[in-house]
């Protein structure tokens, strides 16, 4: 009914930027709530960034003021503008979607930060 395929990961080096997609495909009219989730080696999935159909965002505390989420609603999309990237950000990041009282994830893309 509904998938999501991430793409953007790739290898940065600190203080460097990249930029995350997650476009979401099927019989879909809106998807109330698109975001971003992470998850590092040995750590549990943690909160990036939301964003609500109507624009309302929502930051995890260890990206704020770094990391930008946007959407285009008619394309069902969401972005995530990554910078001033640290090791600490290196991890799998999920694309989510909240639709019709379902949550859909897609299937990652690894971000490495390293020299």
């Known amino acids: 009914q509904v998938q999501l395929v991430e793409s953007g990961g790739g290898l940065v080096q600190p203080g460097g930027s990249l930029r995350l997609s997650c476009a979401a495909s099927g019989s879909i009219l809106s998807i109330a709530v698109m975001g971003w989730y992470r998850q590092a080696p040995g750590k549990q999935r943690e909160l990036v960034a939301t964003m609500t159909s109507g624009g309302s965002t929502n930051y995890g505390d260890s990206v704020k003021g770094r990391f930008t989420i946007s959407r285009d609603n008619a394309k069902n999309t969401v972005y995530l503008q990554m910078n001033s990237l640290k090791d600490e950000d290196t991890a799998v990041y999920y694309c989510?979607?909240?639709?019709?009282?379902?949550?859909?994830w897609g299937q990652g893309t690894q971000v490495t930060v390293s020299s």
């Open positions: 989510n979607g909240y639709y019709r009282l379902r949550y859909y």
